[in-house]
Every structure is written in C-alpha cells, then in structure tokens.
C-alpha cells in the first residue's frame, strides 16, 4: 500500500512564531478539519501540537 500525501493544509512554523510574539496560546483552525494549538512555555519556550482529520 502506497501513502498518498498531498499539499499540507497547515504549518506549525507560522504558529509557533506568532504565539512567541504575542507570548499567548493560539487555537488555530485551517482548511478541512485541521488545527493546530500553540501555549508558551516558561524559560522561553513554546509548545505546539494539533489535530488533523484522517480522511479515509
């Protein structure tokens, strides 16, 4: 079986940079399903993850 990937709706990298800019969580919605959630951390950090809808 072959994986068919096609153009990536979402980024995290703009993500990540906004939410260290403003220095917030963002919750992010993009495309068909797609989402990505951002929350700094202490010590500058910043933590990124999301969701994605497995189309079938």
């Known amino acids: 079986m072959q994986d068919r990937v096609g153009k990536d709706e979402v980024t995290g990298a703009a993500a990540f940079l906004l939410a260290d800019r403003l220095g917030r969580a963002l919750n992010i919605a ?21 969701r994605v809808y497995l189309e079938r």
Do not use: Y
């Open 30 to 50: 993009q495309g068909t399903g797609s989402q990505i959630l951002t929350a700094p951390q202490p010590e500058g950090w910043t933590e990124i993850g999301g």
